[in-house]
């Protein structure tokens, strides 16, 4: 698949930018088109909350943006939308042509386009809730369709039943944080799968939530495998819970002889796989998404279409909504033991 070859390359230019930086290499080196005093212009990235994989959308971006004359400065807003909203501000009126934005709330972007003003704003992993943002002429989106993610957990679990006989399951849910897109459209993807093919999903208890965090879902699902409910699986809104409850079972002697499924393919949940403790993942493509982004706002910057330059990346969203020239998704892919390997 030509995406996964070039996630490959893209992944290999993240490492050997990492490699560079750390032998301390020249910023105006590779060709740069550096600004007229020969150092890299800076192009802002505002993040939610520093974590894993915001960490590989910003090394992406990086090794994309320097090549074309920027830098990025990444402000960490530590899930605080006014610290956004000020940093957007500071960037604009400090010069910036363009800044990206991985939004702390969805439902909050508008404010995030207010300060913004002329300036091009590009959305990255996290859209707007209201996506009719997007139609502003300076405002864009990259990232991928969260309508999808649950959805491939929800095929492979229903398939894993059905070859066992069963059409009538119940399961553990840990979700991310409340109110998020991303938290939302998972839990209710996976179900809606598990219904469209015919198996029959019930809570084996109230949702487990555990903000997307590792040590927070290994330590809230660990009562209930012990608590004598019977489940058939446990899915999880991402790798880091999923491998949370993997860690539970073991402190709790449970064996896994039993589905669990996580979202986004770590390095650590492709590890999983490949030791039988997690059945499945989803790919969520960071280095696609931060190279898109860049690419996006150089676009914006240039007047192009923001999908130029991105035809192995991804597609423009296609639902003919008046927004549609600003959206560019970049798939999720589903992995299991048959394709991990791919990923790894």
């Known amino acids: 698949m030509k ?32 600004s ?5 212009k800076d192009l802002t990235f505002v993040i939610a909350a520093r974590d894993e994989f915001m960490s590989s959308i910003e090394a992406a971006m990086k090794v994309e943006a320097e090549p074309l004359g920027y830098n990025i400065v990444t402000q960490d807003a530590q899930n605080d939308s006014a610290k956004q909203i000020q940093y957007i501000e ?12 991985l939004p702390v709330d969805a439902d909050g972007t508008q404010s995030l386009i207010d300060a913004a003003g002329e300036a091009k704003l590009i959305f990255v992993n996290r859209p707007p809730t209201n996506m009719g943002e997007l139609a ?29 006989g069963k059409t009538e399951i119940k399961y553990f849910m840990i979700q991310g944080t409340l109110g998020q897109v991303s938290t939302t459209k998972r839990s209710a993807g996976v179900l809606k ?23 927070t879902a290994q330590e809230m699902i660990q009562p209930l495998l012990t ?44 590890q999983a796989i490949t030791e039988g403790t997690l059945a ?28 130029t330059g991105m035809e192995d990346l991804g597609a423009m969203d296609d639902s003919g909504e008046d927004y549609s020239d600003h959206v560019f998704w970049v798939p999720f892919e589903p992995v299991t033991t048959d394709n991990v390997a791919d990923y790894m």
């Open 90 to 101: 500071t960037a604009v009126n400090g010069g910036a042509e363009a800044v990206i934005c």
């Open 36 to 40: 007229d005093n020969g150092k890299l």
């Open 227 to 270: 608590s004598g409910k019977e489940f058939d699986c446990i899915i999880a809104n991402n790798d880091a819970m999923a491998l949370g409850a993997i860690e539970a079972c073991k402190d709790a002697g449970v064996d896994i002889d039993f589905p669990i499924v996580g979202i986004d393919c770590t390095a650590d949940g492709a």
């Open 280 to 307: 499945m993942t989803v790919f969520q493509n960071p280095v696609g998404q931060g190279k898109g982004s860049v690419i996006a706002a150089m676009n914006m910057i240039a007047g192009d279409p923001i999908s």
């Open 136 to 164: 502003a002429e300076n405002v864009g989106y990259v990232g991928s369709d969260e309508d999808t993610s649950g959805y491939f957990q929800g095929e492979y679990l229903a398939q894993y039943f059905k070859d066992q």
């Open 3 to 34: 995406l996964k070859k070039t996630m490959a390359m893209l992944m290999a230019g993240v490492m050997c930018a990492g490699a560079l930086a750390g032998c301390g290499s020249s910023s105006g080196g590779n060709g740069s088109a550096a």
């Open 193 to 215: 799968a598990l219904e469209d093919n015919g198996i029959t999903a019930t809570e084996a208890s109230a949702p487990v939530v555990a903000d997307y965090d590792r040590p």
